[in-house]
């Protein structure tokens, strides 16, 4: 256990540290960075079993069915390369403008 994790005294205050990542994804209209934020959590949040998640800062996919790329995993390695997946697996369409 690492000596930060000693600062949470109850659970659900979901203490966790953070570390970031960027990621540049290759597109025909440009490329796009991410970045992506790795939490580590003292103990795992209330009904999840593992303590790492990841979340990028952008959604992908906007003009059909918008989403924000995220992973759990048992690792950093995990976790990240599970955002990773999802950031290269659909595209980034940018934001509308409408």
Same mark, same amino acid.
């Not at 989403?67 to 950031?87: E, H, N, Q, T, Y």
């Given at each position: ?16 540290? &953070? #570390? =970031? $990542?960027?990621?540049?994804? /290759? *597109? ?21 079993? &593992? #303590? =790492? $998640?990841?979340?990028?800062? /952008? *959604? ?39």
């Amino acid at each position: 256990m690492a000596e930060w994790e000693y600062a949470q005294t109850d659970r659900e205050e979901e203490l966790a540290e &953070l #570390r =970031f $990542f960027s990621m540049k994804k /290759k *597109q025909p209209g440009g490329d796009v960075t991410f970045r992506v934020t790795v939490k580590e959590y003292a103990s795992p949040p209330l009904g999840q079993h &593992l #303590r =790492f $998640f990841a979340e990028a800062d /952008k *959604q992908v996919n906007q003009k059909t069915a918008p989403f924000l790329p995220s992973g759990w995993g048992s690792s950093v390695l995990k976790a990240l390369a599970d955002c990773m997946r999802l950031i290269r697996q659909f595209p980034y369409e940018g934001e509308d403008r409408d």
